[in-house]
């Protein structure tokens, strides 16, 4: 069976006729849901099921779930979960737990896969659309939330997604308006924004961005050969790369071509969030067929989930609770 390279996003909470037709035929690895897709959790449920049934085969379904102002599935059904730079001070322990909780609300509604943990650091000029998302001030604190958030999503059975390679926290624009720029000695990164990454080359899948670092040239990292050399071979990342949203506007050019582009360059996937079917079908075009190297790395990157757990998920909150002083909004 051909599969796209590409995860497509859902137009709605249910799934017509029309849009299960055009999943069957473009075949993407793996879709992305948002708000918009989310109701109750039995017609989520059922969305779930659909869009597999569409395709013939258990594809990867993925959210953001990070918790604060980034999380798709909200109260009163799932659990209200604190910005990850608030749970800081509660440490590695706090992260894990969480993980555990997130990866169970998930894998109850069939999603699978999770774009977190944000390993981008925060800095004090870093850009409000982003700095709340990350997991703490310095390399060695980033490094330890993120594993912690990642491996505890793991052993529930979802598959966490590393972003945003090579690292956007020193980024003062938002890279869905415009071409965010990092202009910073490539020494100075190594040591800093870079290092999370590297301690986390490990994680089975990652998620580009689309910063631009003059010492790579002009292209955004989504698009720069050299960007994604470092990422895989200085660095060791191993995992599946998928991009950031290609329908953002720090990409230029047609979504075919933005797609096209990001595969050359050695990206494995390429994400495209929001659109119309026909749009969808030009990121499926350009993408192409998901082959060679980066289906094995495909493959392995969902075999590295463990089993769904059923979890006292009471009893997991009112720990975290205790760990983070913050009484949250319970589990509906």
Sequence with gaps: MTVSACILGVQGPDLPVNEAAFFRDAAPWGFVLFARNVDTPARLRRLTG?????????????????????????????????????MATAGPAAYALQGRMLAAELRGVGI?????????????QTHPFLRSRCMGTSAAEVARHARALADGMLAG???????????????????????????LPRAVLE?????????????????????????????????????????????????????????????????RDRAAVAIAAGCDLVLHCNDTVAGFAEAATGAGPLDGPALLRCEAALARRGAAESVDFAALAADLATMTGRAQTAHG
């Design 50 to 86: 659909a869009l597999r049934e569409a395709v013939g085969r258990e594809a990867p379904i993925f959210v953001d779930q990070e918790g604060g102002r980034v999380q798709r599935l909200r109260a009163p059904h799932w659990f209200e979960h604190a910005p990850a730079l608030d």
């Design 112 to 124: 699978d896969g999770n774009f977190a943990p944000c390993a981008d650091i925060a800095w004090p």
């Design 157 to 183: 059975g979802v598959v966490p997604v590393i972003k945003h390679m090579p690292g956007h926290g020193r980024a003062t624009q938002d890279s869905h308006l415009e071409t965010p720029l990092i202009d």
């Design 191 to 255: 040591d800093t924004d870079f290092a999370p990454f590297k301690a986390l080359a490990d994680l089975p899948l990652g998620m580009t961005a689309h910063v631009r670092l003059p010492f790579f040239g002009d292209r955004p990292a989504t698009m720069n050969p050299a960007a994604l050399e470092m990422i895989r071979h200085d660095w060791g990342f191993q995992g599946a790369l998928m991009t950031d949203d290609i329908g953002m506007r720090a990409l230029s050019g047609p979504v």
